[in-house]
């Protein structure tokens, strides 16, 4: 089923849940500010806002980072780091073709850990939430029909008999597009 939702749409709802998170307002929430550095979001903050989004949307942002699920496809994170805890050129263009689509400004070789965390906006987090409704059934089970539509509490539902649809998690989106990148890249994998 094809996606339902236009990118800005999705941009909006992310803002409103973060503005709803952080306690601000939505205009605050630009395109570019940094949840962490600019917008001051915590942790907590995060937990918080992925919950919000499942509630909204239906859908489950991931649990884990690009940087994890790196290391767990390439069996240990020593292609990951440099000599002194900076990510690897390989970490960074693996991030850099992920569904959060950072740009080269943002994510880079010998940046820390904390830092590729800390680069992350809403628009990162838009450009993710939208990737995941790209990861719906090819069918509806209860009816058969293969359109998707977008219901009036915003989650998505078969335009055929209405039915809920689950989408794939965000730690299958994200495992995927490791996946992905890794081979356009030309990386040998280990299998499994
Ligand atoms: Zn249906």
């Not at 989650?155 to 996946?179: F, I, P, W, Y």
Request: hydrophobic content about 45%.
């Amino acid at each position: 089923m094809q996606n339902p939702y236009e990118a800005d749409r999705i941009h909006d709802i992310v803002r409103e849940g973060l503005a709803q998170v952080l306690g601000s307002s939505v205009d605050e929430i630009t395109a570019d500010a940094t949840l962490v550095s600019d917008l001051g979001a915590e942790s907590l903050d995060l937990v918080e806002f992925r919950f919000e989004m499942e509630t909204k949307l239906g859908v489950a942002l991931p649990k884990s980072n690009v940087l994890d699920q790196l290391a767990s496809a390439l069996g240990g994170s020593e292609q990951l780091y440099d000599e002194r805890g900076g990510i690897s050129e390989l970490a960074a263009e693996v991030l850099r073709r992920s569904a959060f689509g950072y740009s080269e400004e943002q994510v880079h070789a010998g940046m820390r850990p904390y830092e590729v965390a800390a680069a992350a906006t809403s628009a990162h987090w838009a450009a993710f939430t939208h990737r995941i409704f790209d990861h719906l059934p090819e069918a509806c089970t209860e009816c058969a029909a293969d359109k998707a539509q977008i219901a009036p509490s915003g989650k998505v539902q078969c335009a055929g008999c209405g039915a809920a649809l689950e989408a794939a998690t965000g730690d299958e989106v994200m495992a995927e597009g490791v996946r992905a990148a890794l081979a356009a890249l030309g990386h040998a994998q280990p299998v499994g």
